[in-house]
């Protein structure tokens, strides 16, 4: 079989398993705060962690970071859960770090009694200032020395909700002239008076991230814990807090850390995704201009594409900018294998064959995907009157313009050959009806020599008569800058590009009316297209997921 280069995560596990760690302790998980939809980033997460769990056959637990109520909902709880199943990723366990609130309080009081935690009721200033800086020494808080049973007793009451948030927090006792600023005595629990999505108003205290997190691995037994290169700093602390409570007999977690990955003309942020939503920069989490999963869904996105794209830019050491193109090629990809070829006009002019009987229509064979050998033929309408682009017409056309114009000849899609004779224009001189007359014999398939003369291009078209009318959604990037939230001086919201959505009325072939939400089509020399969750029956709503062609590259 073929050997695979290992990335630096799979070396990693291939080194433990040599030194000893039996693979049936390999324990993955995938740990999203609720506090937002899932973007684009971490679908290189969820790639790799439950990617993992798939070579090695290892359990990955969705475990959800929840331990701030000021931001977390169970709507976001719900999203995240079908996003990761959409993606097509299934759960080993559902687990929150909320459940373990009780088990990190009892620990907590655990590393009071040991004298390695104690409570501090100075102002946020105070300790801010006694922090210290990274090229000096920070200074002990006035209560480092608190007693241990004063430490319980306050602590204790801190829980019972006795005290005004910000009064007291518990802080761990570590080394205030550290050189890793977080091992500075970092904070362990602070008040909260907050709702909580799951444990509701039992709890006044809340744990921080560094304590709940490494703890909520050991407890779940993860081999593996692997975040975003911002936490390298944090594994010092990761493994102190670790220290505390480890019991030798069981398995201790190790963190380990990659590069985010960041996608050009966007943000991934759920806060700042946040901001876009609330402040109707978009029309909700699942806009198809969002670089949320679920926008990226409901943009055409296959979850193939977004794996594929997971598993191209294949994970780092080092903070990068992925053009988006690197995106769009991998759905262009994916899209030119399975979606059916259907026409439709979007910018209609009308052209009218002046030569085909009033009255008559043909249902011609069209092939529905060239590239799919399975996928069959259909019937489209034609009839004495089309649209087709106005762009596909000139009445003065320069010799390399492989379209419409007059006294040439073009093919019909699917159909005949027709030359272009003349025009009809309203009082400010723009084209009303395009008057052209077609070859009976040239029809396409047919065999017949006309049908095979060679013309100088292929128009697609709609028969006037049988066309649906259909709203079609054309974005553009959200932002006009590659990298919108890099400048120290400017907002990302500067950058919101004012005409990243355009809405036509288009004309599509009959053949769509049964379209459902979600399905993709490629509507011929346009890009592709997928029915929007608005859609209904007696009003077809597209959105266009990519060009046929990289915009850029032209
Ligand atoms: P955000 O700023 O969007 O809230 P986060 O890192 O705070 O990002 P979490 O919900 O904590 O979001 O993320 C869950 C997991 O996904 C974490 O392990 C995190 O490191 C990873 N992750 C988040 N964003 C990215 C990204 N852009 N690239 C790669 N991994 C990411
Ligand atoms: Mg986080
Ligand atoms: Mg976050």
Known sequence: SEEKSLNFIEQIIEEDLKSGLSQTKLHFRFPPEPNGYLHIGHASSIALNFGLGIDYQSPVNLRFDDTNPEKEEQE??????????????????ERYASDYFQQLYDWAVLLIKKDKAYVDSQSSEEMATQKGTPTTTGTDSPYRNRSVEENLDLFERMKNGEFEAGTHILRAKIDMKSTNMLMRDPIMYRILHKHHHRTGDSWKIYPMYDW??????????????????????????????????????????????????NLSHTVVSKRKLQQLVKEKHVNGWDDPRMSTISGLRRRGYTAASLRNFANTIGIAKRDNLINVSVLEFCIREDLNKIAPRVMAVLDPVKLVITNYPEGKEEW????????????????????????????????????????????KEVRLKNAYIIKG??????????????????????????????????????????????????????????????????????????????????????????????????????????????????????????????????????
């Open 212 to 261: 709940a997190h490494g703890q909520s691995d050991y407890l779940e037994a993860i081999s593996h814990s692997f975040c975003t290169l911002e936490f390298l700093p944090h594994r010092e602390l990761y493994d102190w807090f670790l220290d505390q409570i480890l019991d030798e007999n069981r398995l201790r977690p190790k963190q380990r850390e990659f590069a985010r990955r």
């Open 364 to 407: 011609l064979e069209a092939e529905n995907n060239q590239e799919d050998e399975n996928a069959g033929f259909r019937k489209v309408p034609f009839s004495r009157e089309l649209y087709i682009e106005r762009e596909d017409f000139l009445e003065e056309a320069p010799a390399k313009f492989f379209r419409l114009t007059l006294g």
């Open 76 to 93: 976001f709880v719900d999203a995240i859960k079908k996003d990761v199943e959409w993606l097509g990723y299934t759960w080993a366990e």
């Open 421 to 554: 004779e003349s025009v009809i224009k309203d009082e400010n001189g723009n084209i009303t009806e395009i008057h052209v007359t077609y070859d009976t014999d040239s029809l396409s398939g047919s065999g017949t020599e006309a049908s095979q003369r060679k013309v100088s291009g292929t128009l697609h078209w709609v028969s006037i008569q049988h066309a649906l009318e259909a709203e079609v959604r054309l974005y553009d990037r959200l932002f006009t800058d590659e990298a919108p939230d890099s400048y120290k001086e400017k907002n990302f919201l500067d950058f919101v590009n004012p005409n990243s959505l355009e809405i036509v009325t288009g004309y599509v072939e009959p053949s769509l009316s049964t379209a459902q939400n979600e399905d993709k089509f490629q509507f011929q020399r346009l890009g592709y297209f997928t029915v929007d969750k608005d859609s209904t029956a007696s009003k077809l709503v597209f959105n266009k997921t990519v060009g046929l062609k990289d915009a850029w590259e032209e």
